[in-house]
């Protein structure tokens, strides 16, 4: 089993969010066989623009038009990041709340992923169908504050509500969160917090799905990322749209 890693704070060895995905992570690799897990640490990782060539590509797929030859190379930075995305069967993402939110560099990443044609498509009436399907998912997240269901702060929580409407829109609806809170209020409540939260990760990891996870997904692209030629008269297979 591949699990792509995707690290959304910059804090390195002093993030709070970082220590409990590391017991995940060390879990994972203690309990369960042949798994690899790979880090993309989103601070330290160029992405393309989505801008000037890329964004009128991008316009033209969600036309369910071909890519024109001018926009092939710049837009093959794109078709390199989503396949990097899809090598993976699970994910562990690692991301502090940043003004109630996601952190910039996560919205970033997921601008350049979420393309149509690749991670989710048009049908013949023009509604999105997911892609990426049979895959799991772990968000770990942490918050200065308590965002926690039930207390006043929780109507302001936009960052799992957000988290899994996006990855559920592209098929990844076998998410599960632990959201550590609050970090920022006493030491003592972070480390209680912290602590109940790295507790938690490890159990997750033993649980037999997660043993089970590269055996019983689905094929990783069912409607296919194939390498093709991008030309102005041959239509984009995937985007019907
Ligand atoms: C730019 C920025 C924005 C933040 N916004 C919020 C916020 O809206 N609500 C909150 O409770 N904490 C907020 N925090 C605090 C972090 O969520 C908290 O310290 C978290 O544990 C940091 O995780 P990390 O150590 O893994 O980076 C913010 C921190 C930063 C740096």
């Not at 060895?13 to 970082?18: A, G, H, L, R, V």
């Not at 995905?21 to 990782?45: K, P, W």
């Not at 030309?231 to 297979?237: G, L, T, W």
Request: glycine fraction near 6%.
């Amino acid at each position: 089993m591949k699990l792509l890693h995707i690290v959304a704070s910059p804090r390195g060895e002093k993030s709070n969010t970082m220590r409990i995905s590391g017991a995940f992570a060390d879990s994972l690799r203690e309990h369960q066989e042949n798994v690899v897990i790979e880090t993309v640490d989103l601070y330290n990782h160029d992405l393309p623009a989505i801008a000037g060539d890329n964004i009128e590509a991008k316009y033209t797929l969600m036309l369910g038009q071909p890519i024109s030859k001018d926009h092939a190379e710049s837009w093959s930075q794109i078709e390199r990041a989503i396949t990097h995305f899809l090598s993976a069967d699970a994910y562990l993402l690692t991301t502090p709340m940043w003004n109630f939110s996601i952190p910039y560099a996560l919205k970033y990443y997921i601008d350049c992923i979420v393309q149509p044609g690749y991670l989710f498509r048009y049908n013949e009436i023009g509604q999105a169908v997911p892609m990426v399907l049979g895959k799991k998912m772990i968000c770990v997240s942490s918050r200065g504050g308590d965002y926690s269901p039930g207390s006043p702060m929780n109507v302001f929580d936009f960052q799992e509500p957000y988290l899994r409407a996006i990855f559920g829109f592209i098929g990844i609806t076998d998410i599960e969160f632990i959201n550590a809170q609050p970090m920022d209020i006493t030491p003592e409540l972070r480390e209680g917090a912290v602590g109940a939260a790295m507790e938690h990760a490890a159990a997750l990891a033993v649980r037999p799905d997660w043993a089970t996870v590269a055996a019983d997904r689905l094929p990783a692209n069912p409607a296919g990322l194939k390498p093709r030629p991008i030309v102005d008269d041959e239509p984009v297979a995937s985007t019907a749209g």
